[in-house]
């Protein structure tokens, strides 16, 4: 498990939160001069449902790098 800011998840990661565990869908994007960061996920249980996460750019992200998993 990693801890990196939000602008450096990479799409397949899997974000993992106290409301669940999530899979990156789309690249990170900035909104409000790069203050925040804009992510589309979609939780692992329920795949059809995309939505999009946000993060203030400072904050700390703990996801499972796909690449990290595949090499075990």
Sequence with gaps: ML????????VRDRIVDETGEYEVVGPPY??????????RVRRITN???PT???WGAH???????????EDK
């Design 3 to 10: 801890v990196v800011l939000p602008i450096q998840i990479k």
């Design 30 to 39: 900035t909104t409000n001069e790069g203050r925040n960061v804009h992510i």
């Design 47 to 49: 795949a059809d449902l």
């Design 52 to 54: 999009v996460r946000t």
């Design 59 to 69: 904050e700390r992200v703990a996801v499972k790098r796909a690449s990290l998993e």
